[in-house]
């Protein structure tokens, strides 16, 4: 029951007022480059949400992709050579 009672706690901490939600929506638009280049920068709250959604989806597959690009080329180059030393210091 007090598990019940402090999420019920949290849930009344964390509301948002309408204010605060459009603020928020505002924000994520200017970061969405597919809402960000259109002409109008109207946007409807769900068009937003699922354009952010599409967009994370996008970033971790660059994020994935070059992660395995990444592996590929640090697999192909020997480990003492400057190329390697490079990309050592890059990724540390």
């Keep these: 029951m007090s598990s019940r009672r402090s999420a019920q706690s ?16 505002s924000k994520l638009q200017q970061l969405l480059p597919e ?23 996008s970033l971790h597959k660059e994020v994935d992709d070059l992660s395995e690009r990444l592996s590929h ?3 192909t180059i020997d480990d003492e050579s400057p190329e390697a030393s490079v990309i050592r210091s890059l990724i540390m």
């Design 35 to 57: 809402i960000r280049n259109r002409r109008s920068n109207k946007a409807s709250a769900s068009k937003v949400l699922q354009e952010t959604c599409k967009y994370v989806r």
């Design 10 to 25: 949290s849930n009344e901490a964390v509301r948002l007022t309408d204010s605060q939600i459009l603020q928020l929506l």
């Design 73 to 75: 080329l640090l697999s």
